[in-house]
Protein backbone atom coordinates (compact mmCIF):
# COMPACT_ATOMS: atom_id res chain seq x y z
CA UNK A 1 0.00 0.00 0.00
CA UNK A 2 1.19 3.45 -0.51
CA UNK A 3 0.77 6.46 2.01
CA UNK A 4 -1.02 9.63 1.06
CA UNK A 5 -1.74 12.88 2.98
CA UNK A 6 -5.13 14.12 3.09
CA UNK A 7 -5.81 18.16 2.91
CA UNK A 8 -9.64 19.25 3.76
CA UNK A 9 -11.19 22.62 5.06
CA UNK A 10 -13.99 22.38 7.20
CA UNK A 11 -16.33 24.98 8.79
CA UNK A 12 -16.89 23.96 12.62
CA UNK A 13 -18.18 25.54 16.19
CA UNK A 14 -18.09 23.65 19.71
CA UNK A 15 -21.00 21.46 20.59
CA UNK A 16 -21.56 19.16 23.09
CA UNK A 17 -23.51 15.24 22.30
CA UNK A 18 -24.91 13.81 25.28
CA UNK A 19 -27.34 10.79 24.61
CA UNK A 20 -26.89 10.61 21.16
CA UNK A 21 -28.23 14.54 20.46
CA UNK A 22 -25.79 16.98 19.41
CA UNK A 23 -26.67 20.82 21.48
CA UNK A 24 -24.85 23.67 19.63
CA UNK A 25 -24.12 26.51 22.15
CA UNK A 26 -26.95 28.44 23.70
CA UNK A 27 -28.99 24.72 23.51
CA UNK A 28 -30.64 23.30 26.69
CA UNK A 29 -28.91 19.73 27.05
CA UNK A 30 -31.24 16.71 27.19
CA UNK A 31 -32.05 15.50 31.20
CA UNK A 32 -30.62 12.15 30.97
CA UNK A 33 -27.82 10.61 33.01
CA UNK A 34 -26.04 10.10 30.03
CA UNK A 35 -22.22 11.22 29.88
CA UNK A 36 -22.10 15.02 28.08
CA UNK A 37 -19.23 14.75 25.51
CA UNK A 38 -17.15 17.97 24.42
CA UNK A 39 -16.41 17.96 20.68
CA UNK A 40 -17.32 19.96 17.61
CA UNK A 41 -20.16 20.41 14.57
CA UNK A 42 -18.29 19.95 11.77
CA UNK A 43 -19.74 21.29 8.01
CA UNK A 44 -17.55 19.85 5.27
CA UNK A 45 -16.57 21.37 1.49
CA UNK A 46 -19.60 19.11 0.15
CA UNK A 47 -22.08 20.35 3.02
CA UNK A 48 -21.73 16.90 4.69
CA UNK A 49 -22.42 17.56 8.80
CA UNK A 50 -20.74 15.89 11.38
CA UNK A 51 -20.29 15.48 14.96
CA UNK A 52 -16.34 14.99 15.95
CA UNK A 53 -15.12 14.58 19.91
CA UNK A 54 -12.91 17.35 20.87
CA UNK A 55 -9.70 15.58 20.99
CA UNK A 56 -10.15 14.18 17.80
CA UNK A 57 -11.07 17.35 15.79
CA UNK A 58 -8.08 19.31 17.66
CA UNK A 59 -5.66 17.08 16.39
CA UNK A 60 -6.08 16.91 13.24
CA UNK A 61 -7.75 20.78 12.78
CA UNK A 62 -6.39 24.32 13.39
CA UNK A 63 -8.45 27.35 13.23
CA UNK A 64 -7.95 28.92 10.14
CA UNK A 65 -10.10 32.16 9.89
CA UNK A 66 -7.82 35.20 9.84
CA UNK A 67 -5.09 35.64 7.57
CA UNK A 68 -2.74 35.80 10.83
CA UNK A 69 -4.02 32.17 12.09
CA UNK A 70 -2.95 30.91 8.76
CA UNK A 71 0.36 32.37 8.78
CA UNK A 72 1.00 30.55 12.19
CA UNK A 73 -0.35 27.41 10.69
CA UNK A 74 2.12 27.56 8.22
CA UNK A 75 4.77 28.14 10.01
CA UNK A 76 4.36 25.39 12.33
CA UNK A 77 4.09 23.16 9.13
CA UNK A 78 7.73 24.45 7.98
CA UNK A 79 8.91 24.38 11.50
CA UNK A 80 8.24 20.66 11.09
CA UNK A 81 9.60 20.36 7.79
CA UNK A 82 12.87 21.89 8.83
CA UNK A 83 13.44 20.02 11.55
CA UNK A 84 12.87 16.40 9.87
CA UNK A 85 15.17 18.27 7.18
CA UNK A 86 17.89 19.10 9.36
CA UNK A 87 17.92 15.71 10.93
CA UNK A 88 18.14 13.60 7.41
CA UNK A 89 21.00 16.48 6.08
CA UNK A 90 22.77 15.71 9.15
CA UNK A 91 22.29 11.27 9.49
CA UNK A 92 22.22 10.57 5.51
CA UNK A 93 22.99 13.24 3.29
CA UNK A 94 26.68 12.35 3.17
CA UNK A 95 25.93 9.20 0.72
CA UNK A 96 24.22 11.27 -1.31
CA UNK A 97 25.79 12.62 -4.73
CA UNK A 98 26.62 16.47 -4.28
CA UNK A 99 24.51 17.72 -6.56
CA UNK A 100 21.50 16.12 -4.16
CA UNK A 101 23.31 17.60 -1.22
CA UNK A 102 23.75 20.98 -2.16
CA UNK A 103 20.37 21.20 -3.27
CA UNK A 104 19.25 20.15 0.43
CA UNK A 105 21.29 22.53 1.91
CA UNK A 106 19.80 25.33 -0.63
CA UNK A 107 16.44 24.16 0.43
CA UNK A 108 17.51 24.57 4.19
CA UNK A 109 18.74 27.82 3.44
CA UNK A 110 15.47 28.82 2.00
CA UNK A 111 13.29 27.12 4.00
CA UNK A 112 15.21 29.24 7.06
CA UNK A 113 14.96 32.43 5.17
CA UNK A 114 11.27 32.16 4.51
CA UNK A 115 10.37 31.43 8.14
CA UNK A 116 11.86 34.41 9.21
CA UNK A 117 10.29 36.44 6.75
CA UNK A 118 6.29 35.09 7.61
CA UNK A 119 7.62 35.61 11.34
CA UNK A 120 8.31 38.64 11.01
CA UNK A 121 5.02 39.33 8.76
CA UNK A 122 2.96 37.68 12.10
CA UNK A 123 4.34 39.57 14.16
CA UNK A 124 3.40 43.05 12.06
CA UNK A 125 0.02 42.30 11.63
CA UNK A 126 -0.84 41.03 15.26
CA UNK A 127 1.24 43.72 16.98
CA UNK A 128 1.17 46.35 14.23
CA UNK A 129 5.17 46.67 15.83
CA UNK A 130 8.16 45.12 14.99
CA UNK A 131 10.14 46.01 11.49
CA UNK A 132 11.66 43.82 8.57
CA UNK A 133 15.16 42.97 10.08
CA UNK A 134 17.37 40.07 10.67
CA UNK A 135 17.64 38.83 7.21
CA UNK A 136 20.14 37.28 5.10
CA UNK A 137 22.23 38.65 2.02
CA UNK A 138 19.64 36.85 -0.41
CA UNK A 139 16.60 38.24 0.89
CA UNK A 140 18.36 41.69 1.16
CA UNK A 141 19.38 41.14 -2.89
CA UNK A 142 16.02 40.56 -3.64
CA UNK A 143 14.59 43.54 -1.98
CA UNK A 144 17.76 45.67 -3.94
CA UNK A 145 15.89 44.14 -7.09
CA UNK A 146 12.58 45.10 -6.93
CA UNK A 147 13.49 48.58 -5.48
CA UNK A 148 13.54 48.79 -1.82
CA UNK A 149 16.38 50.86 0.22
CA UNK A 150 18.13 48.73 2.30
CA UNK A 151 21.38 48.75 5.06
CA UNK A 152 23.06 46.41 7.37
CA UNK A 153 21.96 47.00 11.16
CA UNK A 154 25.84 46.81 11.58
CA UNK A 155 26.93 49.92 9.94
CA UNK A 156 27.63 53.08 11.74
CA UNK A 157 24.93 55.07 11.58
CA UNK A 158 21.31 54.87 10.48
CA UNK A 159 22.00 57.00 7.57
CA UNK A 160 23.82 54.83 5.41
CA UNK A 161 21.44 53.01 2.58
CA UNK A 162 21.97 51.12 -0.19
CA UNK A 163 19.51 50.76 -3.22
CA UNK A 164 19.86 49.77 -6.99
CA UNK A 165 20.01 52.52 -9.66
CA UNK A 166 16.73 52.22 -12.12
CA UNK A 167 18.08 51.25 -15.67
CA UNK A 168 18.11 53.85 -18.14
CA UNK A 169 18.79 55.45 -21.42
CA UNK A 170 20.49 58.82 -21.45
CA UNK A 171 20.39 59.93 -24.99
CA UNK A 172 22.66 62.33 -26.84
CA UNK A 173 20.83 65.60 -26.09
CA UNK A 174 21.34 65.33 -22.73
CA UNK A 175 24.73 64.10 -21.63
CA UNK A 176 26.58 67.22 -22.80
CA UNK A 177 24.74 68.74 -20.01
CA UNK A 178 25.60 65.97 -17.31
CA UNK A 179 27.72 67.26 -14.63
CA UNK A 180 28.66 63.82 -13.42
CA UNK A 181 31.02 63.03 -16.41
CA UNK A 182 34.41 64.91 -17.33
CA UNK A 183 34.54 66.66 -20.98
CA UNK A 184 36.56 64.48 -22.35
CA UNK A 185 34.15 61.24 -21.69
CA UNK A 186 31.50 63.33 -23.26
CA UNK A 187 33.31 63.54 -26.43
CA UNK A 188 34.03 60.15 -26.52
CA UNK A 189 30.29 58.77 -25.90
CA UNK A 190 29.45 61.45 -28.21
CA UNK A 191 31.43 60.48 -31.09
CA UNK A 192 30.19 56.77 -30.43
CA UNK A 193 26.82 55.40 -29.55
CA UNK A 194 25.79 58.68 -28.28
CA UNK A 195 23.99 57.47 -25.35
CA UNK A 196 24.81 55.54 -21.62
CA UNK A 197 22.77 52.65 -20.79
CA UNK A 198 22.81 52.50 -17.09
CA UNK A 199 22.11 48.57 -16.00
CA UNK A 200 22.49 47.25 -12.93
CA UNK A 201 24.68 48.89 -10.54
CA UNK A 202 23.82 50.05 -6.94
CA UNK A 203 24.65 53.17 -4.95
CA UNK A 204 25.70 53.59 -0.81
CA UNK A 205 24.22 56.44 -0.18
CA UNK A 206 24.51 59.12 3.18
CA UNK A 207 21.42 60.52 3.93
CA UNK A 208 22.78 63.17 6.23
CA UNK A 209 25.78 64.72 3.35
CA UNK A 210 24.02 63.12 0.30
CA UNK A 211 27.07 61.59 -0.69
CA UNK A 212 26.56 58.86 -3.06
CA UNK A 213 29.22 56.86 -4.21
CA UNK A 214 29.01 52.90 -6.18
CA UNK A 215 28.66 50.27 -3.81
CA UNK A 216 29.68 46.39 -4.22
CA UNK A 217 29.42 44.32 -1.25
CA UNK A 218 32.34 43.06 0.52
CA UNK A 219 32.59 39.62 1.44
CA UNK A 220 31.33 40.49 5.00
CA UNK A 221 28.27 42.20 3.32
CA UNK A 222 27.92 38.69 1.69
CA UNK A 223 27.74 36.30 4.45
CA UNK A 224 25.80 39.50 6.60
CA UNK A 225 22.33 38.14 8.58
CA UNK A 226 21.51 41.57 9.84
CA UNK A 227 20.23 43.32 6.69
CA UNK A 228 16.97 45.80 7.36
CA UNK A 229 14.67 47.42 5.07
CA UNK A 230 14.63 51.27 5.13
CA UNK A 231 11.08 52.34 5.11
CA UNK A 232 11.90 56.23 6.85
Request: with cysteine; proline share 4%; net charge neutral.
Amino acid sequence: MKKYIGTKTVQAMPAVRKGGKICMPGDENPKSLDPVEDGYMVVYEDGYESWSPKEVFEKAYRIAETAVDRMHIEWNELAEKLGNLNAFIESKSKKLPTTIQAMLHAQNAVMQDYMNVLALRTTLMETGEGGFSGLSFAVAITLLERGFVIRRQGWNGKDIVVFKQVLAQINGAIIPKMQSLPYRAKELIMSGEAHIDYTSQCLIYNRKTGRADSWVPSISDVFAKDWELVVE
